[in-house]
Every structure is written in structure tokens, then in C-alpha cells.
């Protein structure tokens, strides 16, 4: 099946800094990606659809400025956590469709900001 | 708005029972259902989707929409099916199962 890539699998960063997680379809093109947000012990939450070539669609209540999407090719996402702050610490998964429309995860990042 | 629940967070069972995994769900439109699922340190999976009446390692689900059930079933559950099992939701048919709508998941144990 489709591979899809994260890099770094984990991050830990101080206050204030900007993390970038990238979303990579290996073996596939994407012309759309998804990202996902995971806290512990509880559901993945969709945060935006990312679309090359256009602007990424938010979801209600994230803020476009704190995560910002970009997705340059149409094998690559990423995902930037701006000026992150600990309350940014989570697991963060990015998927993408197949041809056929089947999504395909990554293995996910964990951001830590201490 | 639609919504996606999962009623169990935590299911045990023994080795050779039969095991079902409640998924119920809200949706004003026609949806699409899946079954994922995360086995131990690995990422995340499709095990099925309602659309393809298939049945994946021994699961099967059969969407309900009287009861807006999508729950799965497998009739003998073996050790390795212990996994977190997550049932999702997409209200797009033309882009299938991409803008998902995820339950919190079941963690499903099965002891030998």
C-alpha cells in the first residue's frame, strides 16, 4: 500500500520557538493532505485540509496563524507550530488519499514545548 | 453537524469469543463509515469501510441507519486483534473517506 512519511517523529522545543513537521506521500502523489491533532487518551481531531497549490481549509477554532499549513509539492506538507507555547504539546498525524480515496496515516509527530 | 461515538473506551475479552465494538453515529446527509485501527506502535490503519461489504480478518460492520449503528463484529477474536480500534465518519461521498470524523476510540484487549 501508500506510504506516508512524518518527520521528526519527535520534537521538544522551548517557549516561543517554531516547530515545522513535515508530511511527506512517498510512493503517491497527494493534491490534498490532512492534519489531525491527537491528545492523550482521546480522539484525533481534524485541524485542516491541506491543498497543494491553494490555501489549507481550516477547521472551527484553529487558529491559521498559530498552526500555519503549506504544501509545496504534491508529495509534501507542513505543518508549523508558531510561537508555541506547552498548551501546543500533542501528537500531531497528517494523512492522504490514495487515488482510490483511501486515506493513508503518517506515524504521527509529538511535539513537547516546554 | 456530525459526530461519531463510541460508547466503550475499554473492551475485554477472552481469546475465541466473540467481540462487538460499538460505533454510533449523527449525520443529517448520506455518510460514509469506516473502521481503523492502531495496532501497538504503529500508525493508523483502514480495517474496512461500510461501502465495500468486506470482511477484513475475520470483522465485519453493517451500517444501520434506523439506529445510525455502525458496529463491529468479529464472531472469534483472536490475541493479535488487541489494537485501539477507531469508527469515523465522512460526509463527503465525492472525495471518499478523506474529511473524517473520528469516534475516541475503543482499546480492545483479547486474553489468551
Known amino acids: 500500500g501508500a506510504v506516508v512519511s512524518q518527520h521528526p517523529s519527535r520534537v521538544i522545543c522551548k517557549s516561543g520557538t517554531s516547530v515545522k513537521i513535515e508530511c511527506r506521500s512517498l510512493?503517491?502523489?497527494?493534491?490534498?493532505m490532512f492534519w489531525y491533532r491527537q491528545f492523550p487518551k482521546q480522539s484525533l481531531m481534524l485541524m485542516a485540509t491541506?491543498?497543494?497549490?491553494?490555501?489549507?481549509?481550516?477547521e472551527q477554532g484553529v487558529e491559521k496563524d498559530k498552526f500555519l499549513i503549506n504544501h509545496a509539492s504534491l508529495t509534501l506538507s507542513t505543518l508549523t507550530v508558531t510561537s508555541a507555547h506547552p498548551e501546543d504539546s500533542s501528537f500531531y498525524i497528517c494523512?492522504?488519499?490514495?487515488?482510490?480515496?483511501?486515506?493513508?496515516f503518517g506515524e504521527g509527530s509529538r511535539l513537547t514545548v516546554l | 453537524a456530525q459526530r461519531v461515538t463510541q460508547p466503550e473506551k475499554l473492551l475485554s475479552v477472552f481469546k475465541g469469543a466473540p467481540v462487538e465494538l460499538k460505533c454510533n453515529y449523527s449525520?443529517?446527509?448520506?455518510?460514509?463509515l469506516f473502521w481503523y485501527v492502531q495496532y501497538s506502535r504503529q500508525r493508523l490503519q483502514l480495517l474496512l469501510r461500510?461501502?465495500s461489504r468486506e470482511s477484513i480478518k475475520g470483522f465485519t460492520a453493517d451500517l444501520n441507519k434506523g439506529e445510525t449503528s455502525f458496529h463491529l463484529k468479529k464472531p472469534f477474536a483472536q490475541e493479535e486483534d488487541s489494537a485501539m480500534y477507531y469508527c469515523?465518519?465522512?460526509?463527503?461521498?465525492?472525495?471518499?473517506?478523506?474529511?473524517?470524523?473520528f469516534g475516541e476510540g475503543t482499546q480492545l484487549t483479547v486474553n489468551p
Open positions: 494523512s492522504a488519499p490514495d487515488r482510490a480515496g483511501e486515506l493513508f
Open positions: 510512493d503517491f502523489q497527494a493534491t490534498t
Open positions: 491541506s491543498n497543494e497549490g491553494s490555501k489549507a481549509t481550516y
Open positions: 449525520y443529517s446527509g448520506s455518510p460514509e
Open positions: 461500510h461501502i
Open positions: 469515523a465518519l465522512s460526509g463527503y461521498g465525492e472525495t471518499s473517506g478523506s474529511r473524517l470524523t
